[in-house]
């Protein structure tokens, strides 16, 4: 193993990490050995790296993984009267602590705001306060009229601001934001002539509205009533029609959080008849638990949309897991405080959806699908790394243990035992829906393009993350997974 970048010279090393395990995706496995940074970037991988440097870092017995990325997060989201408890700062900081050294976020659209707008607003928002770096998908929740008309030349915008990814919703119509299959269907076929990727929160709006008005009609308003007014069947019948919408203008499609057996199988045989790629994401917390936390005191807090299953979805999804059939674990982090969630009389409609999850993912995903060798080490890196970073136009960049590549480095220690407690997190909330998981392995030190910036389990982060601007050569030179 001897992999040295072209611009190699004689100055000496800012740091070298030695002696670490370097796990950096199927694509290139690498083994025992030294990386080398000279400034933000990797500059060698080596058995050795035996050379002056300012800095040697230890890894003995840890395992040096590329920082993760995690596609699915959301920052000071409105949601229900109130907003998501992690602002920008204290989401990137509780990423640090799992790892995590880039975040994508959201913008939120306004009503009548045009979507260069909603982008400049998330960035000022994010500007000078991220641990992480971070990119940006715009969301796509306006259809006032016009859209069409308009939609060519505000794509045209984002990108020139250097966003590439769009997120909708058909689902949310009494909100306002669902997109119709006539708006679903230009939106993907000018996003992919664009270079552009569509990603699709995949619930039914009828099936949604139907079963929510029956339940509040008979008095079923309780959060534990909540996971019977989004049914598995909501999540299989969207994904069906949003990939026929996808086929009918062959366009690639990217589902985010997908939480059913009936959605993975969908998107598995649309795989087969598709020229163009289904990319499927879930969240740790569909592959741990399950929908009998809804009859616990504690059903608010886990209300999460679409919400928790029946465990033969979960089972599902780690066999899926376990077969290649995901692209990606993300966390659709959106975490609230109990007080924000405990609403008691009222009803679910009323209370906020979403979990934490940024600082947690890596510790999870190494106890339920390494450990019991459901996947390799170099999977676990690509569904969290490696593959988020092909797919949203952020590789080779970020991603991958590389010569060249940002030198974003965790050390993570895979024989540390711990349990999972809110007072023992970094997240801006006093809730888990993981509380007393007793999971192996924890991040040691992260470094951000060659600084440290989390060491020996501490925060040394002065807020450098930088915005990601992306552009629509990066996601075909991605090539996805
Ligand atoms: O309940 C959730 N997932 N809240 C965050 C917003 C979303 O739909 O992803
Ligand atoms: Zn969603
Ligand atoms: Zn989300």
């Known amino acids: 193993m001897e992999y040295t970048h072209r611009d190699e010279h004689l100055t000496p090393y800012d740091v070298i990490i030695s002696g670490g395990e370097i796990v950096s995706g199927t694509s290139l496995v690498l083994g025992r050995g030294d990386i080398a940074i000279r400034g933000e970037k990797i500059a060698r991988i080596a058995p050795h790296v035996d050379v002056p440097c300012r800095r040697r870092i230890d890894a003995k017995g840890l395992l040096v993984l590329p920082g993760l990325i995690d596609p699915h997060v959301h920052t000071s989201l409105p949601m229900r009267g109130t907003v998501s408890s992690d602002d920008p700062a204290s989401a990137t900081a509780a990423a640090l602590f799992g790892g995590v050294t880039t975040i994508i976020d959201f913008t939120e659209q306004r009503a009548g705001q045009n979507l260069p707008e909603s982008l400049r607003d998330k960035l000022s928002l994010l500007a000078g306060h991220a641990h992480t770096d971070y990119a940006l998908h715009v969301n796509v929740t306006d259809f006032g009229p016009g859209f069409e008309e308009r939609l060519a030349a505000d794509l045209a915008a984002v990108v020139r601001l250097g966003a590439i990814s769009f997120k909708v919703f058909p689902c949310y119509s009494k909100e306002g934001h669902a997109i119709s299959r006539d708006h679903l269907k230009t939106l993907l076929k000018m996003s992919d002539a664009m270079g552009l990727l569509v990603l699709v929160h995949a619930e039914n709006d009828r099936i949604l ?56 199988k969908r998107i598995v045989a649309g795989r087969q008849r598709a020229s163009k790629p289904i990319y499927l994401e879930t969240c740790p917390h569909y592959l ?52 924000q969630k405990d609403r008691p009389g009222a009803p679910f409609t009323e209370i906020p959806n979403g979990l934490p999850g940024v600082e947690t993912r890596l510790a999870l995903l190494f106890t339920i699908a390494v450990m019991p060798r459901l996947i390799t080490l170099e999977r676990l890196v690509d569904l969290t790394s490696t593959n988020p970073a092909m797919i949203m136009g952020l590789y080779p960049r970020k991603g991958c243990i590389r010569p060249g590549s940002d030198a974003d480095l965790v050390l993570f220690d895979p024989n540390t035992q711990w349990t999972i407690q809110p007072s023992g ?22 470094l951000l393009r060659g600084k440290v910036v989390l060491e020996n389990g501490a925060l040394c982060s002065c807020k450098s993350g930088r915005y990601l601007k992306r552009d629509p050569q990066g996601l075909s030179a991605g090539a996805g997974p």
């Open 425 to 446: 997190l970094h997240m801006n909330t006093d809730f888990s829906p993981h509380d007393g998981f007793k999971a192996t392995g924890q991040v040691r030190t992260v």
């Open 288 to 339: 741990i638990l399950d929908e009998s936390v809804y009859t616990g005191l504690d059903a608010a807090q886990f209300m999460v949309a679409p919400p928790l299953r029946a465990p033969e979805h979960r089972e599902a999804l780690l066999k899926g897991l376990g077969r290649g059939h995901v692209d990606v674990v993300a966390t659709d982090h959106c975490p609230f405080l109990r007080n």
């Open 209 to 264: 509205l139907a079963n929510e008005e029956k339940l509040l009609a008979t008095g079923q308003i309780a959060p534990r009533d909540y996971p019977r007014s989004r049914p598995p069947r909501a999540e299989a019948r969207a994904i069906s029609d949003v990939i026929e919408a996808a086929r009918a203008v062959d366009a690639a499609v990217y589902f985010v959080h997908v939480s059913t057996a009936g959605g993975l």
